[in-house]
């Protein structure tokens, strides 16, 4: 299984990204799907998640900016950056939980994580 990002870059401050990450490989379902960043020098923190059902949960320093969707059909999950801040510079990490098939027949769930996108914002 991967989880392949896109969408980072270089945008100025009051601009809008949108990132994507498209999960690929062999498995039986995708539960939630999330995103998460690190800025420099700090921890990583998470920002959005979703839910199969799709709700969604954002950290309040994203709230009414930042708009977590997914396409269960495309596996895949966007997030969409809009009135960016210089404080939102970060790397940022797709997270995905997945039930895959067990030798045993059984239904396990995993955790996996995307290699990362850089979003740079300028003053």
């Known amino acids: 299984v991967h989880l392949v990002e896109s969408g980072g870059g270089l945008v100025q401050a009051g601009g809008s990204l949108t990132l994507s990450c498209a999960i690929s490989?062999?498995?039986?379902?995708?539960?939630?799907m999330g995103w998460y960043r690190q800025p420099p020098g700090k921890q990583r923190e998470p920002v959005a998640n979703?839910?199969?059902?799709?709700?969604?949960n954002y950290a309040d320093s994203v709230t009414g900016r930042f708009t977590i969707s997914r396409d269960n059909a495309k596996n895949t999950v966007y997030l969409r950056m809009n009135a960016l801040k210089p404080e939102d510079t970060a790397v940022y990490y797709c997270?995905?939980?997945?039930?895959?098939?067990?030798?045993?027949?059984?239904?396990?769930?995993?955790?996996?994580w995307g290699q990362g996108t850089q979003v740079t914002v300028t003053s």
């Open positions: 997270n995905a939980h997945l039930n895959e098939w067990t030798l045993y027949r059984t239904l396990q769930s995993r955790n996996y």
């Open positions: 979703i839910t199969s059902g799709g709700s969604t």
């Open positions: 490989g062999t498995f039986f379902s995708v539960d939630s």
